[in-house]
C-alpha cells in the first residue's frame, strides 16, 4: 500500500526517489509544494528516512508519508511513524503542515488515516507529543481520538489503544 485515502487527502508512502527531492528541495514540479513545505522538519525526516533505508531496509507502512491535497495533489505536509511497533506494539506517530494550510483540519484527517493503518497492521495503539505551548498539535491529537496522559516540562503525552 503505498497510498492512503482519506476524504481531501492523499497520504503518499515517502519513496527514497520523494526523500531525495525533499532532502535536496527539487520538487517533482514548481506547483508540487505548498509554500512552506518542506520545512526543516521534513528535511531532517527525509534524511533519517534515507539514512535508515541504508541501515534498516524498508519500512514498509510504518514509515513516512507525504500529505497531499486530492483535488490539485499539492504536498502540503508530512506525517508517518517514528519507526516500527515497539514490544508493546505501540508506534509513535509525528506531523506537520505548512503554514498556509495550517487551520483546515488536514492534520486531524490525515492522523486519523494514519491510526486506522497502524490499527489494521496489528498495532496496540499509538503515543505522541507536542511542546506545552503548541495548542494546535494538542488539539489535532484529541481530534483523531488520542488522550492526553501526562507531561513533562517540555511536552505533553497522548495516547490511543485499539
Given at each position: 500500500?503505498?497510498?492512503?485515502?482519506?476524504?481531501?487527502?492523499?497520504?503518499?508512502?515517502?519513496?527514497?526517489?520523494?526523500?531525495?527531492?525533499?532532502?535536496?528541495?527539487?520538487?517533482?514540479?514548481?506547483?508540487?509544494?505548498?509554500?512552506?513545505?518542506?520545512?526543516?522538519?521534513?528535511?531532517?525526516?527525509?534524511?533519517?528516512?534515507?539514512?535508515?533505508?541504508?541501515?534498516?531496509?524498508?519500512?514498509?507502512?510504518?514509515?513516512?508519508?507525504?500529505?497531499?491535497?486530492?483535488?490539485?495533489?499539492?504536498?502540503?505536509?508530512?506525517?508517518?511513524?517514528?519507526?516500527?511497533?515497539?514490544?508493546?506494539r505501540f508506534v509513535t506517530v509525528g506531523y506537520g503542515l505548512a503554514p498556509g494550510v495550517r487551520g483546515q483540519g488536514?492534520?486531524?484527517?490525515?492522523?486519523?488515516?494514519?491510526?486506522?493503518?497502524?490499527?489494521?497492521?496489528?498495532?496496540?495503539?499509538?503515543?505522541?507529543?507536542?511542546?506545552?505551548?503548541?495548542?494546535?498539535?494538542?488539539?489535532?491529537?484529541?481530534?483523531?481520538?488520542?488522550?492526553?496522559?501526562?507531561?513533562?516540562?517540555?511536552?505533553?503525552?497522548?495516547?490511543?489503544?485499539?
Amino acid at each position: 500500500m503505498d497510498e492512503l485515502l482519506s476524504e481531501r487527502l492523499v497520504l503518499r508512502r515517502l519513496t527514497v526517489g520523494d526523500a531525495a527531492r525533499i532532502v535536496t528541495l527539487l520538487p517533482e514540479s514548481p506547483d508540487g509544494w505548498a509554500e512552506g513545505y518542506p520545512s526543516d522538519v521534513d528535511v531532517a525526516v527525509a534524511q533519517r528516512f534515507l539514512n535508515a533505508r541504508v541501515e534498516h531496509g524498508d519500512p514498509g507502512v510504518f514509515g513516512p508519508y507525504e500529505i497531499r491535497r486530492r483535488a490539485d495533489q499539492v504536498a502540503v505536509g508530512g506525517i508517518g511513524f517514528h519507526g516500527p511497533p515497539d514490544e508493546a506494539r505501540f508506534v509513535t506517530v509525528g506531523y506537520g503542515l505548512a503554514p498556509g494550510v495550517r487551520g483546515q483540519g488536514y492534520a486531524a484527517e490525515a492522523l486519523r488515516a494514519l491510526l486506522e493503518l497502524a490499527r489494521a497492521h496489528g498495532v496496540a495503539g499509538a503515543k505522541g507529543d507536542a511542546d506545552l505551548d503548541n495548542l494546535a498539535s494538542h488539539r489535532v491529537m484529541e481530534a483523531a481520538g488520542m488522550r492526553y496522559v501526562g507531561e513533562d516540562e517540555r511536552v505533553r503525552f497522548y495516547r490511543v489503544e485499539f
